[in-house]
């Protein structure tokens, strides 16, 4: 299991340029005007762990398989995309196939740029497309809420649930606020999930920043910043344009070109881990000799569940789990050591997967 993000934001803030970056290709057409992107370009991307490659050495691994990442280049919304303005709804249909939204804000000053509202104000921006999302979500639920009026009043038990979490929605964003500030009881996540409501999406702000602030930011990250921590949200700071360069050297000249600029690490890196924490995301590990593999699972997931992502059988007839946490796997070299120091445990039915842990599930057929 990976996951869909969705790149999102007001045409020419740099959401081509980075799906570039992110894909290494240059399918999405980045390009000084509106509406470059005519259909969602969907790109998956090797979720990057150094863990992977530490596991595979010690094991011998003649194959590495990380776990990948979905993102989709959704063109520019503009304001009034909810009425149909600019490409209009066919490409907010596209964010609901996403499980959490990307957010690009333009935090840099550029006059060969033209910004589609004359300026540059990334929270001015963050509030245009989030009523649109809002105003998009607002006209479904009035929708929804006249398709079921026979059904609620004939007593339909489902009808009634769902009106109930409709008009949730719905007061939250007439006060103004996105629907996934309602507080939503773990009985309803279900039901609530299958509304498919654009602004239940939780959204990570990517600030797009000019060359020389890839490092700390600037000014208008620091709103961003601001703003992201008031909503309960997450923030990156990244320069498209260095993710862009980068993605076409290789690992060695990578290694040196952030180096020369100051930088730890790849911003791939860092949109990837304030997106796995964000939707709460982690990862397990399968060991052999023949490959490591990543697996991403929902925290809290429990091992029958963990053994569904390789296969459906392994969950039907789990029998249990020998596990083995990463730490002692390296500290022990290898599953041989770990099981002799008394690392690796059975792990049954009610066991909860821990981030890193090598496991092995036996299974009736």
């Known amino acids: 299991m990976g996951f869909k993000m969705g790149i999102v934001g007001l045409p020419n803030v740099g959401k081509s340029t980075l799906f570039n970056a992110l894909t290494k290709t240059a399918a999405a057409q980045a390009a000084n005007f509106p509406f470059c992107t005519i259909e969602p370009n969907v790109g998956e991307v090797a979720v990057p762990d150094q863990r992977l490659d530490a596991l595979a050495e010690i094991a011998g691994s003649k194959q590495i398989i990380p776990t990948r ?3 989709v280049d959704i063109a520019g919304l503009v304001k009034g995309a909810s009425k149909g303005e600019g490409l209009g709804n066919q490409f907010l249909a596209n964010i609901r196939e996403c ?8 935090c840099f000053e550029d006059d060969d740029i033209t910004h589609v509202e004359g300026r540059v104000d990334p929270v001015a921006d963050a509030e245009t497309i989030e009523m649109e999302l809002m105003l998009a979500d607002l006209e479904s639920i009035e929708r929804r809420l006249q398709n079921i009026v026979r ?16 008009k949730l929605a719905k007061d939250a964003i007439e006060a103004g606020k996105p629907a996934r500030t309602v507080e939503i009881s773990e009985d309803d996540q279900k039901q609530w999930k299958m509304l498919q409501l654009l602004s239940t999406k939780p959204v990570l702000y990517v600030c797009n920043v000019e060359e020389t602030s890839a490092g700390a930011g600037n000014s208008q990250s620091a709103r961003v910043a601001e703003m992201a921590a008031a909503q309960g949200n997450s923030h990156v700071v990244i320069s498209a344009r260095i993710e862009e360069e980068i993605s076409q050297l290789d690992d060695e000249e990578q290694e040196m070109f952030l180096s020369e600029l100051g930088l730890t690490e790849a911003g791939l890196d860092r949109l990837i881990r304030a997106g796995y924490e964000l939707l709460h995301l982690q990862t397990y590990f399968t060991v052999g000799p023949k490959e490591a593999r990543a697996w991403t699972i ?5 091992a029958p569940a963990a053994a569904g992502v390789i296969h459906g059988d392994f969950e039907r007839g789990f029998i249990r789990a020998e596990t083995i946490a990463f730490n002692d796997y390296i500290q022990f070299k290898g599953e041989t050591g770990a099981k002799e120091a008394g690392k690796m445990r059975a792990e049954g039915k009610a066991y909860i997967v821990q981030d890193g842990d090598v496991m092995h599930f036996l299974f009736n057929t």
């Open 69 to 71: 990442m979905t993102f």
């Open 151 to 166: 059904k609620v009043r004939g007593g339909d038990k489902e009808a009634v649930e769902q009106e109930r979490l409709l």
């Open 99 to 106: 499980d959490a939204i990307a957010h690009v804000l333009r």
């Open 298 to 302: 929902k925290e809290g997931t429990g």
